[in-house]
């Protein structure tokens, strides 16, 4: 077979093929309440073993966990909560996660990237300022806007971004969705400057464009 066909060919497969596994697989049937008797507790990310439907009950779909405030005493002033499946065993198998995001005034949450979902973010209370950067192939463009309480906003799939409570004398909830069942956190500057073990500093000041001495503190602070 000519080369040239062999890679029209392989083309053809990387488009049919790989988007159908890119994201969670459709269910196979109406409901899969998780049954931790049969699968691995230290992988709540991935879909358990579903129970006899018989047994499921309408308490397996339901939680009240995120009705509580998070504790935002912390250097962010923020926290968020995500329901797991553990907490919430109807959820299993169904492609979704649920956060609740706590932000005192001036509370953020640092730049960081889900790199398996889409991001829809939906306040509750006072307003929330998201931004999202888009790539190179798009010129780092930066969208960002404050949503009002009973706002929406989408953050497409694998691109940094951040949130933000810029009031100086109110608190904000709100709640994201995820069109996944473990849509990924990675923090940024976790990723940069707390790696295990450390990436060199040399590095990091060259990559930067920082003082050496500048890279070691920040490898010096606490991350999240």
Known sequence: MPIINIFFLLLIINIFIFPTIAFDP???QDICVADFSKGPKAYDNLPFPC????????EDFFSDLLSKAGD???AFNASFNSLN???IPGRNALGMTVTRLDLGPGG????HIHHRA?????VFQGELEVGFVTSAQDNYKLYNMTIPEGGVFYVPVGLVHYQRNALKD?????FSVFNRQNPGYDPVAHAAFKSAPLIDSGYLADAFQLDENIIHMLQGKTWV
Do not use: R, Y
Request: proline share 13%.
């Open 72 to 74: 935002t005493n912390n």
């Open 51 to 58: 129970k006899d439907p018989e047994q499921a009950t309408a």
């Open 26 to 28: 459709p269910p196979t």
């Open 118 to 122: 889409t991001e829809l973010f939906i």
């Open 85 to 87: 499946t553990t907490q």
């Open 108 to 111: 953020s949450f640092p730049l």
């Open 170 to 174: 109110g608190n904000t909830v709100a």
